[in-house]
């Protein structure tokens, strides 16, 4: 099984919608990442959590909100979609701060 | 403007061939690192190499790093079609990462 999964793995939805995007990992890593890519960006940071009470924002964070709901959980949503949110979302996981970064699969979300 | 930028944006290069990619960054750091993407999928850890080395090998990958210049270089060595992806250099900027655009690799059969 895989060390970091998300759902959904594609998702289209219309513009003002209320979306979430799930991210789990088994890693047992405390710092967990949301990150949007955009063609020719490279990743952005949205999120970011280094434990369950520690929530902090990142580059782009405005639009997004999350939760962590366990070490394991980091859900990432989007309050009320627009167009501009189309992108790939990608969950990752790591140990300690400067160390090797775990991705999950992506989710490829389109906003109508 | 962005921390890590890698250069150059695309490379198409034959199977066998060696390919070199470059990335430059602006701030100091404690380490440096590589990662591949294949179309559309998630980002795969390749190598990290220290602010106190100087080079790193793992397989066909061969990391340079020079802090004077505040620039890395990544070379494979010789190429297979199962190397085209894109490669993006993070570096560390406060407590997290901050990756390039990337540089495509398009290896050819």
Redesign the interface.
Known sequence: DADVTQTPRNRITKTGKRIMLECSQTKGHDRMYWYRQDPGLGLRLIYYSFDVKDINKGEISDGYSVSRQAQAKFSLSLESAIPNQTALYFCATSDFIGNEQFFGPGTRLTVL | S?QGEEDP?ALSIQEGENATMNCSYKTSI??L?WYRQNS??????LI?IRSNEREKHSGRLRVTLDTSKKSSSLLITASRAADTASY?C?T?LG????????TRLSVLP
């Open positions: 962005q944006q404690n380490n690192q559309g999928r998630g980002l795969v850890h990290l993006f993070a560390a407590q997290n990462f901050v990756f390039g655009p990337g």
